[in-house]
């Protein structure tokens, strides 16, 4: 290989260096915690994404609509839509997230935004960066958090996947050195593990969890992972009430289908990529990848998704309608919570669990075997006004 195309990689890794101690030094210079209570109203922003997005963002949207009427009709909260975080418009500008689409982002408090389509090397479009990754990124939600709840089975995790460092911050900054060789490029701050890793930690107390699981790969991938792994030793000796364990990545996917092993583990933390695999597991575990929630945050914003993708196969075929709106309902559960409306979070959660695992009155299977989203919804929004919601979640768990 040429001296210029080595001095070429160099310089290009130079950058990549100097990028990533400014955001170090932005970490650390910290930031408070946005308070909702103070804020009226809190405006919420909606993006409906690609494929099935603006169909299950319909449903989420009603949902919402009667949860937080009266807060509507006081203005303690506002909606507003985002348009322009398509694929479309996307491509046009070349950009995951085109400039005034992030101005319109950040005047928002919260985000609730459906999937949308991630661009691959070779496919239609151009090779542009995904949208979750590019806001997490520009928003700083560093904690993607993801519970997983299957009551019967005794199962209830809570997944801390660090949000924004790893494989992915600098997934699109790769290089091709030769025909031949491709590098890319993770890294891992102590800042950015310390501050996932300790908010684990702080759920586990707050919510008298007495263990903390951590999933690296710091056998094999020593220096980065082994730097969380010795982030989490630090952290750990402030919480003495919580016990500690680390775990491979490997054996840790293998465990989650131990039917007797996984229900110990309650609260996982882990950097990025080992989280975005073993949260799709887990949420097959559940029931599928539609029935999960996702919650990315950060001290000033917070944005809440689906975990799963637009599913552009459901709409070539025609059964858009059958796509599942739970995740993205679930999704809206977790912002509420958040934003500190905490009971109305709660009836939410309940009736899920009751539409979806227990009572299953109805089914959704994402094709005309199944009932709509429109039709599940109408359920869910039956099950949460029902004045005895309570008495009957109670009777599920017996
Ligand atoms: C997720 C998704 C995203 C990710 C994709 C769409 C970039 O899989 O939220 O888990 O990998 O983080
Ligand atoms: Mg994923």
């Known amino acids: 290989m040429s001296d210029f195309t080595i001095d070429k990689a160099t310089q290009h890794f130079a950058e990549l260096i100097k990028s990533q101690l400014a955001r170090v030094d932005r970490m650390k210079s910290g930031q408070d915690w946005v308070e909702y209570s103070l804020l009226k109203p809190i405006i919420i922003g909606f993006c409906w994404g690609d494929g099935i997005g603006p169909i299950i963002s319909q449903e989420t949207e009603r949902v919402l609509q009667v949860i937080l009427a009266d807060e509507i009709k006081s203005n303690k909260v506002q909606f507003r839509t985002i348009e322009g975080l398509t694929i479309e418009n996307r491509a046009k500008h070349l950009k995951a997230i085109p400039d005034n689409v992030l ?53 209830d995790w809570v997944f801390f996947r660090e949000n924004t460092e790893g494989e992915y911050v600098l997934g699109s900054k ?8 491709a590098f890319d490029f993770k890294i891992i701050t102590r800042q950015g ?96 990848v539609g029935t999960a929630g996702s919650a990315n945050i950060g001290k000033r914003y917070a944005m809440f998704e689906a975990i799963h993708g637009s599913a552009p196969r459901m709409i070539e075929e025609g059964r858009g309608k059958y796509a599942d709106p739970c995740s993205l309902i679930k999704a809206a559960g977790m912002m509420l919570n958040h934003i500190g409306f905490v009971e109305k979070a709660n009836k939410l959660e309940k009736a899920l669990e009751i539409c979806t695992q227990f009572e299953k009155k109805l089914e959704i299977t994402g094709r005309d075997t199944g009932v709509t989203g429109r039709e599940f919804c109408d359920y869910i929004l039956e099950t949460v006004q029902s004045p005895d919601i309570e008495k009957k979640y109670r009777s599920y768990l017996g």
Request: glycine content about 8%.
């Open 193 to 288: 593990s310390e501050r996932i890793i300790r908010m684990a930690f702080d759920y586990a107390k707050k919510n008298s969890i007495g263990n903390v699981t951590v999933v690296t790969k710091a056998n094999v991938v020593k220096t980065t992972d082994g730097l969380f792994l010795e982030v989490a030793g630090q952290v750990a000796k402030e919480y003495p009430g919580i016990s500690w364990e680390g775990w491979y990545i490997d054996i840790m996917t293998a465990k989650l289908i131990d039917p007797k092993r996984r229900t110990q583990f309650r609260v996982l933390v882990m950097p990025n990529l080992y989280g975005d695999i073993l949260t799709d597991e887990a949420a097959e575990i559940q029931g599928g």
């Open 174 to 181: 790769g290089l091709m050195v030769s025909d031949d060789a």
């Open 103 to 155: 101005e319109e982002l950040k005047a928002c408090h919260v985000i609730l935004k459906a999937p949308t389509t991630t661009p691959e090397k070779g496919g239609p479009y151009p090779n542009i960066e995904s949208a979750n990754v590019a806001m997490r990124r520009e928003l700083d939600l560093f904690a993607n958090v993801r519970p997983v709840k299957v009551p019967k089975e005794g199962i």
